[in-house]
């Protein structure tokens, strides 16, 4: 069968609409049969890029830089039998597996809009972007990471919580509230859209098997109507990012086009043409990056890069109740107490995140975010940190994984066989068990949990939703 034949005739008919001439469609028909490149992207709220390509470089695999994100690479291994996942530093955090097409348009928005403080993700999951923001901004100021699918929420905190990042607030919202809900609120946003995915074919090869042009034109009705909401949730002078992992113009520069007409003199395009070397391959006469699979040897995307300009008529107050927010800011004795006792366990924050209470339970808020709260119901605020019990604090996982300081003087180092121990639930045996009662269990340095000794063992304190099964690193 004709390679044209496996795609329907109505998408060969748009994709010969944006391409120059049948041999690039040809070029690009020929690149979707093949499989896609892995890429990974190193955390750096937790480990500098040197610092990464030192520590893997006994494994001997070969990295290629992302051009557009100084943090990417792509990666080829001899030896894959044993999933990228389940390497040590994927499960401690150090770096996160994603497309480096999806890289593009969070550095898009940074390179616009640097010292951006507060931040909205229109549509998080699985988070591979929000982490992305979350350490461009050093774990600074705040985002909002929306997702309207409940059944991804989850996913989206397991993996800012890997991670160790603290200043995201996850709300669960269809994202066509947030113009009303919280008007020129943010200073940059992210609508990386719902969309038909044809960019994602060589990852999916059944990603066109439900195809039309009849459901991409409802796609993209859905789409006008988060980018406005969208824009009415951004400040004048703010930045906002539209991208999609689709391909056709339908989706993408009519959704724009469509942007801009309706608010003239009120939202202008900035060019992405200097973003990175090459970006000139991929540019529409626009100013947008139009990236098709064959011009990088990656997956489809597309990136549209707006400054708003100037006010527009705020839409329609919303009528739905937030409730009674359930937390109070902790008293200033509270917070010298809670603050004290974490350090005798090595947990230490700065005036960026703020102590808040609700009932026995402790949290720590991203103070940039304080004058979002009433405006809109969140599933979760930055870290919980700890539960108040009799005898003092049980200091919660997520944020042992983010405040502790690798170097505290209660940190013991597992080896390679105790980590493994430990990702699966198990408790620890060490052949020499540690003085304390209390102590930061670390593997390669990094904060694995908070976990108590008990006779000559070390309990395992791992989250049961976390353990893991099946062969790991070693």
């Not at 020929?30 to 500098?48: C, D, G, M, Y």
Request: aromatic share 10%.
């Amino acid at each position: 069968m004709p390679v044209s034949e496996r795609f329907p005739d109505d998408f060969l008919a748009l994709m010969r609409a944006s391409l120059n001439d049948e041999a690039e469609l040809q070029r690009f028909l020929a690149i979707s049969q093949q499989p896609l490149r892995r890429s990974l992207r190193v955390n750096t709220l937790k480990i500098s890029v040197a610092d990464f390509l030192a520590r893997t470089a006994h494994y001997g695999w070969r990295l290629t830089p992302v051009p557009w994100c100084a943090e990417g690479f792509w990666i080829e291994r001899d030896d894959d039998t044993l999933p990228l996942g389940s390497v040590a530093e994927h499960l401690s955090g150090l770096f996160y597996i994603q497309e480096a097409s999806s890289m593009l348009p969070v550095s898009a928005l940074f390179d616009a809009a640097p010292d951006a403080q507060q931040v909205m993700d229109v549509a998080a999951a699985p988070g591979s972007k929000t982490t992305q923001m979350a350490a461009l901004m050093h774990n600074r100021g705040a985002i909002l990471a929306n997702e309207y699918s409940a059944s991804r929420v989850k996913v989206l905190h397991a993996n800012i919580s890997r991670c160790g990042v603290r200043n995201v607030a996850l709300t669960h919202f269809d994202g066509r509230v947030f113009g009303a809900a919280l008007p020129e609120q943010f200073d940059a946003i992210l609508l990386d859209a719902p969309c038909s995915g044809e960019g994602v074919v060589r990852k999916d090869a059944d990603a066109l098997r439900n195809w039309t042009l009849a459901s991409t034109e409802a796609i993209a009705a859905t789409q006008r109507d988060l980018i406005d909401s969208a824009f009415h949730a951004l400040q004048p002078g703010g930045t906002l990012i539209y991208s999609t992992c689709t391909l056709n113009q339908i989706e993408n520069q009519q959704v724009v086009h469509w942007l801009l007409e309706r608010y003239p003199g009120a939202v202008e395009c900035v060019p992405l043409n200097e973003l990175f070397s090459g970006a000139e391959r991929a540019l529409t006469p626009e100013g947008f990056l139009h990236v098709f699979p064959q011009l990088f040897d990656s997956e489809g995307f597309f990136v549209a890069r707006l400054r708003k300009t100037a006010s527009v008529p705020p839409l329609p107050a919303p009528t739905y109740k937030v409730g009674k927010l359930p937390f109070s800011p902790a008293s200033r004795k509270l917070q010298a107490d809670v603050a004290q006792a974490a350090q005798k366990v090595g947990l230490q924050w700065d005036e960026s995140l703020t102590l808040w209470q609700r009932d026995k339970e402790l949290w720590l808020f991203p103070a940039a975010l304080e004058s979002w709260l009433g405006k809109v119901r969140f599933s979760r605020i930055g870290l919980k940190l700890a539960e108040t019990f009799p005898k003092g604090y049980r200091w919660q996982h997520e944020a042992v994984v983010a405040l502790a300081q690798p170097d505290s003087a209660l940190a013991f180092a597992l080896s390679d066989e105790e980590a493994e121990s430990w990702y699966r639930g198990q408790d620890i045996h060490p052949q020499t068990p540690p003085t304390r009662d209390e102590v930061i269990v670390t593997y390669q340095q990094q904060p694995l949990g908070l976990a108590k000794k008990v006779g000559n063992r070390i309990k395992n304190s791992y989250p049961r939703d976390l353990v893991r099964d099946g062969r790991l690193f070693r």
